[in-house]
């Protein structure tokens, strides 16, 4: 006459599970264990890339606890161990060094470092383009090629001076700007004046019969720029002397078009004294 009831009592077995654990009771890998990154980036001011990325990466990971019974992610805080860097994993990125890029400079020397976190960090360093010096003449105009600033070697925000352009027959008007130091602004053109070199044209006549040099006659241009025209004509001077008396005996070299850049060009037409018999 007695009714024995026998309860017996089971309990959901619980496992903890991280990304080392060879059964994973259907846990994805992607719930125990993350990647996380810093990149910087090297851009000019259109965000074109310049340099390949600087990525660094850290591994976190963490242990969860699986209900056997369903393969379902339960809460257990005697095993569960949340979200942490790996063993051997730097707390802090490393400062990255911007690098010197040829033609640019950079509006930062380094990235400083930071402290990594479980977000990914993205910084930039930007670049824009290294000015150049101009040649020009008085009016302006542009005589040469630009030539852009060199970089500093040794520090990406920062140019270093450079020589001046050598334009042919053109001198510089400031001789101390053989060196050209970059402006402040880096972007901006530095503009270095250059005036003509210059030579001279002189003609005298000798009288070969007495060895003389005739005067009021000849030209001498003195120094002036080069390429400007030689309007004398020496066929007027012994126009002049053929009526004195004179005769044409040689010439010893040209008279040139125009001014010969350092250039000192002296022409010599030898007369004689016209004789006739009388009788």
């Known amino acids: 006459n ?10 959901h077995g619980l496992v903890p599970v991280d990304e080392k654990s060879q059964n994973k009771h259907g846990v994805p890998i992607r719930d125990l264990a993350k990647d996380v990154h810093e990149t910087v980036h090297f851009v000019d001011e259109n965000g074109n890339k310049l340099r390949d990325d600087n990525i660094q990466t850290r591994h976190y990971i963490r242990t969860v606890t699986v209900d056997l019974t369903n393969n379902q992610i339960v809460t ?10 790996a063993d051997n994993q730097g707390s802090d990125y490393s400062e990255v060094n911007a690098p010197v ?7 930062k020397k380094t990235v400083p470092s930071t402290k990594v976190v479980q977000d990914e960090i993205n910084q930039t360093v930007t670049y824009k383009k290294i000015g150049s010096v101009s040649a020009i003449d008085k009016d302006g105009h542009q005589l040469a090629d630009p ?6 070697k040794n520090d990406p925000t920062k140019a ?6 050598t ?31 210059q030579g001279s044209v002189k003609v005298v006549f000798i009288d070969d019969t007495t060895g003389e040099t005739l005067s009021n006659v000849g030209y001498d241009s003195g120094n002036i720029d080069f390429d400007t025209p030689i309007t004398y004509k020496a066929t007027d001077d012994l126009a002049k002397l053929t009526k004195q008396g004179y005769v044409y ?16 060009i002296a022409v010599a037409v030898h007369v004689r004294h016209g004789l006739v018999p009388v009788d």
């Open 2 to 11: 007695q009714n024995i009831a026998v309860a017996v009592h089971v309990r």
């Open 76 to 85: 257990n805080p005697a095993t569960d161990i949340d979200w942490h860097l």
């Open 147 to 152: 030539i852009q600033f060199a970089n500093d």
């Open 160 to 165: 270093v001076a450079v020589n001046a352009p």
């Open 249 to 264: 005996n040689s010439i010893d070299g040209n008279i040139p078009e125009k001014v010969v850049a350092n250039q000192n």
């Open 101 to 107: 890029i040829t033609g640019y400079f950079a509006d």
């Open 167 to 197: 334009v042919l027959n053109y001198h510089l008007v400031n001789s101390n700007d053989k060196v050209v130091k970059p402006n402040n602004d880096l972007t901006q053109d530095v503009k270095v004046v250059y005036a003509k070199d």
